[in-house]
């Protein structure tokens, strides 16, 4: 189980999480302005949604609580299995730029999320502001699509986690 790479295993929560945040954000953002709130409430009512868009905003605040708890397994094993490629290749090679991109680019999403949960937790009905809706939908959405992009990159393309744990083959006899 030792050789088993942790990092695949840890970061579906914080994806979906984020996600769910920013689409969450995306509804509460719609129903509230007047050129598509009438969309919004009919597309609600027609599929019988019994939560209101004024709850959107405290199960988005939740929810973005979720992304900081499930990204901490995810950031720090990526990081213990990145380290020996950049410690073995360098920083100058493709796997290691694409770790190093991926890496970025998530912690962008954790740093955003962290904002955003900060600066909506004294808030009444952890209302977002325009800020919080821009790093939730903007930003955030589109990074941890790419991050899962690169991820996919480096699993399929340069066998990051590939092969581990194998035992070697046997010569025939």
């Known amino acids: 189980m030792s050789n088993h790479p942790v990092h695949p295993a840890t970061v579906h929560f914080p994806i979906a999480f984020t996600l769910l945040a920013g689409f969450l954000d995306t509804v509460y953002a719609a129903s509230a302005n007047p050129l598509t709130s009438k969309f919004v409430n009919s597309t609600i009512k027609t599929l019988?949604?019994?939560?209101?868009?004024?709850?959107?905003?405290?199960?988005?605040?939740?929810?973005?609580?979720?992304?900081?708890?499930?990204?901490?397994?995810?950031?720090?094993?990526?990081?213990?299995?990145?380290?020996?490629?950049?410690?073995?290749?360098?920083?100058?090679?493709?796997?290691?730029?694409?770790?190093i991109l991926h890496a970025v680019v998530n912690d962008l999403t954790v740093f955003g999320a962290a904002y955003n949960?900060?600066?909506?937790?004294?808030?009444?009905g952890f209302v977002p502001s325009e800020t919080n809706l821009l790093i939730?939908?903007?930003?955030?959405?589109?990074a941890t699509l790419f991050a899962a992009y690169l991820g996919g990159q480096l699993v399929y393309q340069y066998g990051m986690g590939i092969g581990r744990g194998q035992t070697k083959s046997k010569k025939a006899q």
């Open 117 to 124: 949960f900060w600066t909506r937790r004294q808030k009444i």
């Open 48 to 99: 019988d949604i019994q939560l209101a868009p004024a709850t959107f905003p405290i199960l988005s605040h939740y929810v973005t609580l979720l992304i900081l708890i499930t990204s901490a397994p995810a950031v720090v094993s990526g990081a213990l299995e990145l380290m020996p490629v950049i410690k073995r290749d360098g920083f100058g090679s493709k796997k290691a730029k694409a770790g």
């Open 136 to 142: 939730s939908i903007l930003i955030a959405i589109p």
